[in-house]
């Protein structure tokens, strides 16, 4: 089975040339046609929500293999070069990258009243996957893309990105819904990436306490809640965020925090869910689950070391050869496959050649 998870990528500005992006897009849609033909779009989703498949398939369509413009750019190919083909294909793209990600509730509740579909879980799923990656896993990375797939009866994936300015990368974090079996532990089937450090991992199966904790703190009245948190001056989570007395002080707290008390969620994924919860709120919690409940969260980051396909020394793991084997074979009869100019096609073959090289 491909693996859904999380790509870090150097950070690239800019975007690609018009000329590009359009040859792009017509290969996009070729090889979505030939997959989708012999597998089906539920199939190809599993392939999109493969941080590895999906990578090669950025190469194959002619676009840097390592930058963080390969989410943004194939995720965008895809979404126009599918475009009036949706309902023949079954699969359809919402969202893109800033002002376009924030459309997707929108542009999925157009698609379903099309195809009569209830679009409620699927705009849950796509405000819950963003929500987790924002709020509920602390990286430091701002989330600036979403892109959200889905087929007719209502099978999902997320591919979605965040920048961290600082450090100059871009983590990519896949989401594959027939994998998820519950949104705040460990909704990642695997999570793959070049670099990893410390953060605040509520969606970690160690942090299962600490989940339940901070639903029971939301029980305590405001008013009795922040001065327990201000007998703390100051707690520094390892690797990203120091709390510190004003993150408890502000009126906006206060306020979340008598909504939360009035809510009385039932679990964390409510307690997630409701509308205003960010990442203080969040980081108050953790603190309140450790301090007062002690019940401390994970700061395990939720990347493994390497996305791509692993080292043939073993490091830092074996190749996954049935991986890497069924890549190429699949990428390959899609070239083949595509209606596109013989020079294309040969150009996308030396691409998918050198990406397996290196």
């Known amino acids: 089975m491909p693996r859904t998870g999380i790509a870090n990528l150097p950070l690239h500005y800019g975007k690609a040339p018009r000329w590009l992006f359009d040859r792009m897009s017509r290969?996009?849609?070729e090889i979505a046609a030939f997959s989708i033909s012999e597998f089906g779009a539920q199939n190809f989703?599993?392939?999109?929500?493969?941080?590895f498949w999906f990578q090669a398939f950025g190469c194959v369509l002619g676009f840097d293999w390592h930058s963080s413009g390969v989410t943004t750019t194939v995720c965008g190919a895809l979404k126009e070069g599918l475009r009036g083909r949706e309902k023949e294909l079954g699969l359809f793209v919402c969202g893109g990258k800033g002002a376009a990600s924030r459309k997707t509730p929108g542009e999925i509740e157009t698609v379903c009243e099309g195809i009569s579909a209830d679009p409620a879980p699927l705009i849950y799923a796509s405000r819950m996957s963003a929500k987790v990656d924002t709020a509920a896993v602390q990286d430091s990375y701002q989330i600036y893309h979403?892109?959200?797939f889905f087929t007719g009866d209502g099978h999902w994936c997320v591919v979605q990105q965040g920048m961290n300015d600082k450090t100059q990368l871009a983590r990519r974090y896949h989401w594959l819904g027939d994998s998820v079996?519950?949104?705040?532990?460990e909704p990642h089937k695997a999570v793959c990436c070049d670099w990893r450090g410390q953060t605040l991992n509520m969606v970690a199966q160690e942090s299962e306490?600490?989940?339940?904790?901070s639903v029971i703190a939301t029980r305590e009245k405001p008013?009795?809640?922040?001065?327990?948190?201000?007998?703390?001056?100051v707690l520094t989570l390892p690797g990203r965020h120091e709390i510190r007395p004003e993150d408890f002080h502000s009126r906006y707290l206060l306020k979340i925090l008598t909504?939360?008390?009035?809510?009385e969620p039932q679990n964390f994924e409510n307690l997630l869910s409701t509308s205003g919860v960010g990442p203080k709120t969040i980081r108050a919690l953790a603190l309140v689950s450790e301090v007062i409940y002690g019940a401390p969260p994970s700061f395990r980051d939720p990347a493994k070391f390497s996305f791509a396909h692993g080292g043939k020394d073993g490091t830092p793991y074996p190749v996954d050869r049935r991986t890497y084997d069924f890549t190429i074979e699949f990428l390959s009869k899609s070239l083949n496959k595509a209606r596109v100019?013989?020079?294309?096609r040969k150009k996308a073959f030396a691409r998918l050649a050198n990406f397996f090289a290196t």
């Open 341 to 344: 100019e013989s020079s294309e």
């Open 146 to 148: 979403h892109t959200f």
């Open 181 to 185: 079996k519950d949104f705040v532990c």
């Open 259 to 263: 909504k939360l008390h009035e809510v």
């Open 27 to 29: 290969l996009a849609r």
């Open 45 to 51: 989703l599993a392939r999109l929500s493969d941080p």
């Open 209 to 213: 306490s600490a989940r339940k904790a």
């Open 223 to 233: 008013e009795t809640l922040l001065p327990q948190l201000n007998k703390v001056s």
